[in-house]
């Protein structure tokens, strides 16, 4: 079982700049993939970005540019740089992660709130 933390949410204007990290623990880490996604007030939840266990990045099209994701294996710990940011970013943020390879993801964060104010 795999347990996340999101962190480093908070308030920003227009076109700040917020990372996020998502600590990981109870778990191979390095072997999940791991995405980011979120959810705005009355909004569906969307995905934003995630990272596989070998690297590799990928993103929605909305945030390409200006959402960068990274991990750090060692400190079990996947990151979200977000700048640039649009009222419209704003957010919950959760991480999740997965064994598979494709598919739904198994373990949720509880989100950490984004607030881009105008």
């Known amino acids: 079982q795999v347990q996340l933390v999101e962190s480093g949410g908070g308030l920003v204007q227009t076109g700040g700049s917020l990372s996020l990290s998502c600590a990981a623990s109870?778990?191979?880490?390095?072997?999940?993939?791991v995405g980011w996604f979120r959810q705005a007030p009355g909004k569906e939840r969307e995905f934003v970005a995630s990272i596989t266990r070998w690297n590799g990045g990928n993103y929605a099209d909305f945030v390409k540019g200006r959402f960068t994701i990274s991990r750090d294996n060692a400190k079990s710990t996947v990151y979200l740089q977000l700048t640039s940011l649009k009222p419209e970013d704003t957010a919950i943020y959760y991480c999740a992660a997965r064994r598979g390879v494709v598919g739904r993801y198994d373990f949720w964060g509880q989100g950490t709130h984004v607030t881009v104010s105008s």
């Open positions: 109870g778990g191979s880490f390095s072997s999940y993939d």
